[in-house]
């Protein structure tokens, strides 16, 4: 025989628990939100000038790039055709110096 007499009085029971530990939450007992809770909080972060002189360096630099690839091209004397006068691996390599050093 179980403590409770029957599944009924075991699900009110539970019910009940439930119902007591819902209305205790700290949330039901602060109240509604109204949207003022933090209306004292000062801002962080990167001001909205520094924001927009980011964004502004980010399009140069993604402008600027195909620019500086394109003038890095030379003329191959054999075949007449554009190319990059330096090794692929030279570009991984200088990545992997860049990242060691900063």
């Given at each position: 025989?179980?403590?409770?007499?029957?599944?009924?009085?075991?699900?009110?029971?539970?019910?009940?628990?439930?119902?007591?530990?819902?209305a205790s939450s700290p949330a039901m007992q602060a109240g509604q939100y109204t949207g003022n809770e933090f209306k004292d909080l000062k801002p962080s972060g990167p001001s909205s000038?520094?924001?927009?002189?980011?964004?502004?360096?980010?399009?140069?630099?993604?402008?600027?790039?195909?620019?500086?690839?394109?003038?890095?091209?030379?003329?191959?004397?054999?075949?007449?055709?554009?190319?990059?006068?330096?090794?692929?691996?030279?570009?991984?390599?200088?990545?992997?110096?860049?990242?060691?050093?900063?």
């Open positions: 025989s179980s403590h409770f007499g029957s599944a009924s009085q075991a699900r009110l029971a539970a019910s009940s628990l439930l119902s007591s530990l819902h000038a520094a924001k927009a002189g980011l964004f502004c360096f980010f399009v140069l630099t993604r402008a600027l790039h195909p620019t500086i690839i394109d003038a890095s091209k030379t003329i191959n004397a054999e075949t007449g055709k554009r190319g990059i006068a330096y090794s692929n691996m030279s570009v991984v390599l200088g990545e992997c110096v860049f990242t060691l050093i900063a």
